[in-house]
């Protein structure tokens, strides 16, 4: 409630304000809804709209006023034998008195509409349940993703998509046909085997950034640690200064590039390791090991996880100059200066340097950002599969090379230069640099011609150990008889 | 023309280029199209593309050379017999002599295409109207969103949605499969009664943004005003400096922050009030008043055009220091330094101030773009309900959190500093956390265990004053028989 | 395999984790494949999910143990026998065998899915090739546009459209009723003469971002030189003093914004010069040239590469207080002040000028990404061609006119200011306003009463030349009949 936004206003306002007073005389399809409670009624109700006529099943047909007008209430054994499709808008824990409707409901389409509370709160599927109990009857798992409050308001923002699963496909289309009338977009899962997950699929909390956002969280704290001994725990040791501000804006903005790089890095490192694997296997038909198989799957939150890092460098790092400590260094320097009458004279070498550093910096940056882009489900839908390679590999590798670039450039004298190097412990952009560069130097020995050509014919079919050598050389996996 | 961009080039191309010379022999659905206009070819063009037979009735079918390759020409009343679905590309005023063709059109399908020229220009829609004409045909509305342009470049950018309404199900099927044939994506909007809306939907200017949009701009103005007042004028009256040049880049950079603090705040207000009627009222089901509903409605325009004035506020922040007036405040502190022999010392006390305040605001920013980005159609799209809910109820709260204790710290002292309080008055920013601040109290209570537990009965249907207490616990509102 | 991410994690996992050890014993439809390469078996494994039965059509039919579980090897000419519908997943170079099958194959449908190795490798696509050699089928081109990997991973993230073409309509709609089912969205082409596009697709690379790409490098480049040459050479030759660092930063955020300006006012110029010839003609009947077209058409991309530009300008303006120079140039001039004795007193004029280039920059970079926003695929899609307009043209050309006065507010003097000439040179900037300040003064005359009341004419069909009159006024190209 606190939530939720509103969807195309044409829908909103059309499934909200029409009154539904004159319905046509003529004969549409009919459907029939067990279950008077909030999702049955807003089902209902949007599925007169859209035309169809409405019979609801109830254990006490006689509180009808409830029920939306133009639609019927009956029993649940006289509104059963009223339509071929039957929702089921009822809880689990009720479907028991289905069993003993069978007769009723054989041959009928039971569209099974349940939620659970928990992950794997039964052992089986309440749709494979339900088709337990009622053999005579086709399940279809389907509308458990779209919420009551959603229907009714016409807000479908979070839940266009209705997952539908099923044994048999004429029953699947028929489910599919309405979910498509309904102004929802049917996904076919397969068979009623994949109820299971169907149901999880609601409950389930941005799953595939389970992993990305792990490691993040942990690298991020390794590094701030870090960098609060190396700098702020070490200056009040040795010297006394309180530098705790630092804590603030200073150490995050060495935290996010760091952790930034680094995750994108790991982006590109699962693909050379699978190039490895493939290398040392002399075969692509042999299965990956489960954790990169993992790995390879959430690439793309991986690096909009380094993205969202690498925005947040770049705002720490141009609110730099607004901060207090930066003025009054600055102001410092100046009367400095005029105080030791020693005026620093301008150092070309100096200004290349900063200027070196903040440039690939910044490109990286766009680059970054053009990725995230084109990650977009709507802009890459729109790209073919030379595209996205394209983007996603040739742009990646260049924002990779550009922002190890932009970290050497920055380090620049400071990693051989001693002040640095507090309790013998590295500067942390030191140790940042160790995954990219062996991405690179990586990548840059299997792009070399020799390692190159054995990589892309296995990956066009040929196997080192395979006793009758079958090559299939396509460029999308297209094959020989 | 000054405008339109191309669409997926697959299409743009396919639709624009390839000749129709050689039509197969086989027989192709026949469709029939009434007028030669623009739309009329445009339509039969893209038809041809696709697969069907186009015949065109005209009050003039001699000038055949006019239609699209491929095509015929007849006569209203020959025409109308050749085909089962005809398309009416003709304007409303000209429908009158649909009536003496009655006979032709008995149980044909009649599509109205027809747009309007203004908002509810006609008591009854043209769809309605044409029924009325045409009592023995079925009419179905359709395609009235789509231009004869983007028809014939294939550049369906802005209008790849085809509402679709009509009182029988089975003609709106046929007109629906043509849509998706035609590579457009249909909308049932249901009945003919929804024809009116659907009319107007193409007049429509971002009807759901006016609100929004309205209260930001009376907010922007009235706070620029004070600003305006207690800044340069209060200035230019007590010390006669000339200020206003600060009315391009200082003023509306506290104008910025404050009007979207304001309306970040009132997007969660919606909510919060909506809570306090369901407890008030011990129940779910009464309907909320019609102005809390119209709030609910446009809060996700209302959180964007925060939005847009968070980021307004960002990039006038990152400016400051490339300002003249910044420039010279900076260089002029240290001159008078030197001249008054005085220098400042460090104060780690100011640094923790400025560092903790552009922190937060950083991160609240980097939350705002999250939840922009959440919002975008194809994003939202993909996210379940639970995920949707926890983007736009979790993370909009720490947005909120974040953003006011951004102004909170930099507030600091001056919330008791008198010099700040001018003829007065408070400065601005100190206005401005009023309802945030609300907001966060009122929900810190609503969350409070005893609070939350009886809101949560109230959701899932339990009502105060029933007799007969009917529970449906349940996660998605999903309810028991 | 070095990128590729993954999809709605939903598809994903059921297509890859669910074993699919019990089949149903109703009757599914049945499908063939011909092929047992990588592509073969991912199309047939996804189908067997999908609820359709499998058979592979194979020159060896032995090697059984290959295919997916649930799915039969047979011969050719035996698999052909069970399925109206037979998938060719098979290379052109080995389709002659099919001729041989040419009685088995009479009246079913085959669908080709093959790519080539090369844009127009072949005279005619692979797709009539096979209709040729099968006359007595109906050919199908389908799924060339999804690769293998896709199809069993579940990652479709760039391949959810499937391209569908043929002669025959019902083919083609049983295809198409496949490619939903597999939760693929088909976008229906035409006739087979499509085919070679279809085939040409998948191995383009951004074909529409071309012409903008080119533009704009060589803009880039010309102006680049051109600013070395002013100022960098100049320096060097006249004072000796190295100026060399500025390529890095100070050079290119000369060269964004102007290559942004241009690019954007180049957007405008064609619907310009479109109004122009339709003026000059008096008619909108009559096509444009091709390279008019060909403008018009490529106008988004164009748009979004200056926003690119724009982008980086942003961020290197940004950084300027970070930059050494800067730094040591702010600290040199407090102290040559101090020597001098001379303290610059606060110029309120050059305070208005400062803050009065940087309001316009922003504000215009604001609607800049708006625009940006509102050509995303998602957002455009849900916004009616009024909305459409209004943002592309009304926001357009107010993001024009804030640019070009950015631009001009920031030459301020200097358009006459003698030292700013070198080698009687005009600075870059002032080179960058031509066009931009002739798009906004024919824009200008275009919408002078008199003028606009001639284009609207001519826009609603109004011809000068014609002699009979016809008028077809009408928002959307509807027309009379």
Redesign the interface.
């Known amino acids: 409630?606190?939530?939720?936004?509103?969807g195309?206003?044409?829908?909103?306002?059309?499934?909200y304000n029409?009154p539904?007073v004159?319905r046509?005389s003529?004969e549409?399809?009919m459907v029939c809804i067990?279950?008077?409670?909030?999702?049955?009624k807003?089902l209902g109700s949007k599925m007169l709209?859209?035309?169809?006529d409405v019979v609801f099943g109830?254990?006490s047909p006689n509180n009808a006023n409830l029920v939306p007008k133009g639609s019927e209430v009956l029993s649940h054994h006289e509104a059963a034998q009223r339509s071929k499709i039957i929702f089921l808008?009822?809880?689990r824990d009720?479907y028991s008195?289905l069993s003993r409707l069978a007769h009723a409901l054989q041959g009928k389409i039971l569209v099974d509409?349940?939620?659970?509370?928990k992950l794997n709160q039964y052992p089986e599927s309440n749709a494979e349940y339900l088709a337990q109990l009622v053999p005579g009857a086709e399940v279809v798992k389907a509308f458990?993703?779209v919420?009551?409050?959603?229907l009714q308001?016409g807000?479908l923002?979070?839940?266009?998509?209705v997952?539908v699963?099923g044994?048999?496909?004429k029953s699947?289309q028929m489910v599919m046909e309405i979910v498509?009338?309904?102004?929802l977009t049917p996904?076919?899962?397969?068979?009623l085997?994949?109820a299971k997950?169907?149901e999880n699929?609601?409950?389930?909390?941005?799953?595939?950034w389970k992993i990305p956002m792990y490691i993040s969280s942990v690298l991020a704290a390794v590094i701030f640690l870090y960098c609060v001994v190396t700098e702020v725990i070490y200056s009040y040791v040795t010297t006394g200064e309180?530098y705790?501000?630092?804590i603030?804006?200073?150490i995050?903005n060495r935290v996010f590039p760091i952790v930034s790089l680094i995750l994108l890095a790991l982006v590109?490192l699962a693909?050379?390791i699978?190039?490895i694997i493939q290398l040392y296997r002399g075969t692509k038909y042999s299965r990956f090991p489960d954790w990169l198989d993992k790995w390879?799957?959430?690439?793309?939150?991986l690096?909009l996880v380094a993205l969202?890092y690498a925005?947040?460098h770049?705002?720490?790092?141009?609110?730099?100059?607004?901060?207090?400590?930066v003025?009054?260094w600055?102001?410092?320097?100046?009367?400095t200066?005029?105080k030791n009458n020693a005026?620093?004279p301008?150092?070309?070498n100096?200004?290349?340097?900063?200027?070196?550093y903040?440039?690939p910096g910044?490109?990286g940056?766009?680059f970054y950002?053009?990725l995230g882009i084109t990650?977009?489900?709507?802009?890459?839908?729109?790209?073919?599969?030379?595209?996205?390679?394209?983007v996603?590999?040739k742009l990646?590798y260049l924002t990779l090379i550009l922002c190890t670039g932009h970290t050497l450039v920055y380090g620049w004298d400071r990693f051989i230069y001693g002040p640095f190097y507090r309790w013998h412990l590295p500067p942390a952009f030191v140790l940042s640099l160790i995954i990219p560069c062996a991405v690179l130097s990586l990548k840059f020995i299997l792009i070399a011609p020799c390692v190159d050509r054995i990589i892309t014919q296995i990956?066009q079919?040929w196997e080192r150990n395979s006793k009758n050598p079958k090559k299939?050389i396509?460029?999308?996996?297209?094959?020989?008889?």
């Not at 067990?34 to 049955?40: A, L, M, N, Y």
């Not at 509409?113 to 509370?117: A, E, G, I, P």
């Not at 923002?157 to 998509?161: G, V």
């Not at 396509?474 to 008889?481: A, C, L």
Request: hydrophobic share 40%.
């Open positions: 409630m606190e939530d939720g936004s509103a195309p206003r044409m829908e909103t306002n059309s499934t029409i539904l004159q046509s003529r549409n399809e067990f279950g008077t409670g909030d999702f049955g807003a709209q859209c035309g169809y109830s254990r808008a009822i809880q009720h008195f509409v349940s939620n659970n509370l458990n993703t919420s009551a409050w959603a308001s807000t923002d979070a839940s266009r998509q997952f699963c044994h048999d496909s699947k498509r009338t309904l102004g996904l076919d899962q397969g068979s085997m994949a997950e169907v699929y609601p409950l389930q909390l941005f799953p595939m309180d705790t501000y630092a603030m804006i200073a995050p590109y693909g050379i699978a190039a390879m799957l959430c690439r793309k939150q690096g969202g925005f947040l770049v705002i720490y790092t141009l609110v730099i100059p607004i901060r207090y400590y003025r009054w600055m102001n410092n320097w100046a009367i200066q005029i005026t620093a301008f150092d070309p100096y200004a290349w340097r900063s200027d070196a903040l440039a910044i490109l940056f766009f950002v053009l990650s977009l489900p709507s802009v890459s839908n729109i790209v073919n599969w030379r595209e996205f390679r394209f996603q590999s990646g990956r079919g299939d396509s460029e999308n996996g297209k094959t020989t008889v």
